[in-house]
Nanobody, 115 residues
């Protein structure tokens, strides 16, 4: 079983930056991809970005494209989401996942963009 823990969330002003981390522990038998979803109050969870193990296949939501950068450090077993030019509409709980033989989720980290 894989355990995931996110970190790096917090309060930031519009235009600011945050880097989220997602650290995996436990045995990952097969790594298909990892990524980040977010869920704002009263809204459905939406995919923000995903990446294959070595970054060959990376996808971004339209809302994230050009502002967010996803990466996976296999040696550190840690995924990252660099978020720049943050907007109030980016406020949400951000969840990372790893898709291997099963789909594992982290508990989430709150990101609040507000002045």
């Amino acid at each position: 079983q894989v355990q995931l823990v996110e970190s790096g969330g917090g309060l930031v002003q519009p235009g600011g930056s945050l880097r989220l981390s997602c650290t995996a522990s436990g045995h990952i038998e097969i790594f298909n991809n990892m990524g980040w979803y977010r869920q704002a109050p009263g809204k459905q969870r939406e995919l923000v970005a995903s990446t294959s193990k070595y970054g060959k296949t990376i996808k971004y939501a339209d809302s994230a494209n050009g502002r967010f950068t996803i990466s996976w450090d296999d040696a550190a077993r840690t995924g990252y989401l660099q978020m720049d030019s943050l907007k109030p509409e980016d406020t949400a709980v951000y969840y990372c996942y790893v898709l291997g033989m099963r789909l594992d989720w982290g508990p989430g980290t709150q990101v609040t963009v507000s002045s």
